[in-house]
């Protein structure tokens, strides 16, 4: 059987790879309604920098997944 910290590790990864596709999700769903071709719309920052909120935070999560992995399997033993 795998460890609890091996699969914690991974639960952690899939979740935090998982926020980043949503994130770009939003953000090509955003730009894909700008520049359609019937009704274009004028492109914005702000909602893009909303949009993509969740991406940098599964980047952070990423960069962290460690940490939060130890945590994880410390709580599920």
């Known amino acids: 059987m795998v460890d609890p910290f091996r699969g914690?590790?991974?639960?952690?990864?899939l979740v935090a790879v998982c926020v980043i596709v949503i994130g770009m999700l939003d953000v090509?769903?955003?730009l894909t309604?700008?520049?359609e071709i019937k009704h274009p719309m004028p492109v914005k920052v702000l909602p893009i920098v909303w949009n993509s909120v969740?991406?940098?935070i599964g980047?952070?999560?990423?960069a962290k997944a460690r940490?939060?992995?130890e945590w994880?399997?410390?709580k599920l033993e």
């Open 67 to 69: 940490a939060i992995a």
């Open 59 to 62: 980047i952070v999560i990423l």
């Open 28 to 30: 090509g769903l955003y």
């Open 8 to 13: 914690a590790l991974m639960l952690v990864r």
């Open 33 to 35: 309604k700008c520049y």
């Open 72 to 74: 994880v399997s410390d």
């Open 54 to 56: 969740p991406a940098l």
